[in-house]
């Protein structure tokens, strides 16, 4: 560098002020970062489980689980109304009458 390229920098610095910061910055930053740390600490598990199980690595897993779950669900729902359709036909059978 030479004399001139350090005069330059020196007037370039000068071109650019500061501004001067607000009143309490560093305390509302302070306050701020504590803030954002209880908030992370407060979450509920039912948000950190839906963090884990949204990560990408997971997800495949996740749809997987909730699929074959919905699969059993309907499977428990439809064993339950062939039951009943067939203890409605057992007694319309038995006595026609009763069923009305």
Do not use: K
């Amino acid at each position: 560098m030479n004399a001139s390229d350090s005069n330059l920098t020196a007037l370039l610095r000068e071109s650019r002020p500061a501004p001067a910061l607000p009143p309490r910055f560093q305390q509302n930053v302070w306050r701020r970062i504590e803030d954002a740390e209880m908030a992370a600490e407060s979450e509920s598990w039912l948000a950190a489980l839906a963090t884990l199980l949204l990560r990408p690595r997971f997800a495949m897993a996740t749809a997987v689980v909730l699929l074959l779950a919905g699969i059993f669900a309907g499977m428990a729902d439809g064993r339950q109304l062939a039951r009943h359709d067939a203890q409605l036909n057992y007694l319309a059978s038995v006595a026609p009458h009763a069923v009305r």
